[in-house]
């Protein structure tokens, strides 16, 4: 089992910045990849950012590429979002996710753990 909790959520206007981050506990010590998604009121929990146990794989929505960043702290336990030039459609909840395996995927039906998320709210 993995307990993931995130944290870095917030207010924040349109243009701004946030960090989140989403510690691990638990079987950590397995290799595996984690992401993080999102899920605006009324819609469908959509991907957002995915990162390989190495750090050396990552992938992004289209809707975030070049704002957002994924990275990850093994040695901490500790996977993180920076997310930039934030806009209003950045507004949801957003969830940390680990896999049971190496392998890079953006499907939600591939992640076994996932954390209560953190809300980030733009105004405009």
């Known amino acids: 089992q993995v307990q993931l909790v995130e944290s870095g959520g917030g207010l924040v206007q349109a243009g701004g910045s946030l960090r989140l981050s989403c510690a691990a506990s638990?079987?950590?010590?397995?290799?595996?990849?984690m992401g993080w998604f999102r899920q605006a009121p009324g819609k469908e929990r959509e991907f957002v950012a995915v990162i390989s146990w190495t750090g050396g794989t990552t992938f992004y929505a289209d809707s975030v590429k070049g704002r957002f960043t994924i990275s990850r702290d093994n040695a901490k336990n500790t996977l993180y979002l920076q997310m930039n030039s934030l806009t209003p459609e950045d507004t949801a909840a957003y969830y940390c996710a680990a896999r049971v395996g190496v392998a890079v995927t953006t499907s939600r039906d591939d992640y076994a753990y996932w954390g209560q998320g953190t809300q980030v709210t733009v105004s405009s």
């Open positions: 638990g079987r950590t010590s397995s290799q595996n990849a």
